[in-house]
Nanobody, 129 residues
Framework: QVQLVESGGGSVQAGGSLRLSCSASGVTYSTRCMGWFRQAPGKEREGVAAGYTSDGRTYYADSVKGRFTFSQDNAKNTMYLQMNSLKPEDTAMYYC??????????????????????WGQGILVTVSS
């Protein structure tokens, strides 16, 4: 059973940085797509960033490109989301997630369509102006 636990959220002023961490357990070889999603109040959940373990490729939503960086430490079964130049519109609950993905293209599609099987409980990020 896959379990995902986020940490590192909190409050920061606009222009600041935060790093989210997600510790994963129960992940199998087929669970090669790891990602981050967010959901702001009154809005739909959106995919923010993902990484495909097999080839190291990463994928980002246009809204965070150049500001957020996805990374993962396979030895520690942990993934990260480094968030820089934060904006008030980045305020949301952030969720880490994992998917059984046969390819990087599938991982990207899963990020765009929320098709991940395993989810963390979420962590709040608040960016004040």
């Amino acid at each position: 059973q896959v379990q995902l636990v986020e940490s590192g959220g909190g409050s920061v002023q606009a222009g600041g940085s935060l790093r989210l961490s997600c510790s994963a357990s129960g992940v199998t070889y087929s669970t090669r797509c790891m990602g981050w999603f967010r959901q702001a109040p009154g809005k739909e959940r959106e995919g923010v960033a993902a990484g495909y373990t097999s080839d190291g490729r990463t994928y980002y939503a246009d809204s965070v490109k150049g500001r957020f960086t996805f990374s993962q430490d396979n030895a520690k079964n942990t993934m990260y989301l480094q968030m820089n130049s934060l904006k008030p519109e980045d305020t949301a609950m952030y969720y880490c997630a994992a998917a059984d993905a046969p390819s990087g293209a599938y991982c990207y599609w899963a990020l765009k369509t929320n098709q991940f099987e395993y989810w963390g409980q979420g962590i709040l990020v608040t960016v004040s102006s």
